[in-house]
Nanobody, 117 residues
């Protein structure tokens, strides 16, 4: 089991930046993969960014070049740096993790990101 706690959401103007954090209750090294999903009102959830234990990283097409996923292995924390934010980035962002290949079995409670002027 692993508990995930997100923080860092909020209200930001278009073109602004935010950094989300996700604190894991166990060593990130014990996880096969971690990442971020988001769900916007009236839309299906989508993968924003993720990395695997082997070092591969992937991003959703809509955030490539604007968002960066990173991790702090010492403090068992994952980050999502979001730049040049757009109103369509407004969503609840969830930290996710899995200990084995396959679907993400652990989810955080979510943090709201609102991009609006």
């Amino acid at each position: 089991q692993v508990q995930l706690v997100e923080s860092g959401g909020g209200l930001v103007q278009p073109g602004g930046s935010l950094r989300l954090s996700c604190a894991a209750s166990r060593s990130i090294f014990s996880l096969y993969a971690m990442g971020w999903y988001r769900r916007a009102p009236g839309k299906q959830r989508e993968l924003v960014a993720a990395f695997t234990k082997g070092g591969s990283t992937n991003y959703g097409d809509s955030v490539k070049g604007r968002f960066t996923i990173s991790r702090d292995n010492v403090n068992n924390t994952m980050y999502l740096e979001m730049n040049r934010l757009k109103p369509e980035d407004t969503a609840v962002y969830y930290c996710v993790a899995t200990m084995t290949p396959g679907r993400y079995e652990f989810w955080g409670q979510g943090t709201q990101v609102t991009v609006s002027s």
